[in-house]
């Protein structure tokens, strides 16, 4: 059973995080990124109450885990978890969860 669903806007955000790596740092870099990222959503899965609680961010009841510098942004509720964004920590998160 899958540990984790990603909404269409965090299929989104990889992609779009696997691009930009790829291009600016080279595919070995992207490839270590994306890999820790989808190990993290895998761990997420199993351990959901793990992750931090942003209330600065968004009054959703969502749970943050960040890896390098982007933030995992889930619902831990359902089983499995619904991955909802992967942003960089640089980008306004707060706007881009509303």
């Not at 209330?55 to 619904?82: A, G, H, M």
Request: aromatic share 8%; glycine share 6%; charged share 25%.
């Amino acid at each position: 059973m899958k540990r984790f669903v990603l909404t269409k806007l965090a299929e989104d955000d990889l992609h779009q995080i696997n691009n930009y790596l790829d291009e600016r740092a080279g595919p070995t870099t992207a490839r270590r990124v994306m890999t820790e990222i989808r190990l993290a959503m895998d761990f997420l899965g199993g351990q959901p109450d793990v992750g931090h609680v942003r209330e600065d961010l968004t009054n959703r009841p969502l749970k943050f885990w960040s890896v390098f510098s982007y933030l995992i942004v889930y619902d831990p509720t359902p089983c499995p978890i619904q991955v909802i964004r992967v942003l960089h920590g640089a980008q306004d998160v707060e706007h881009l969860l509303q």
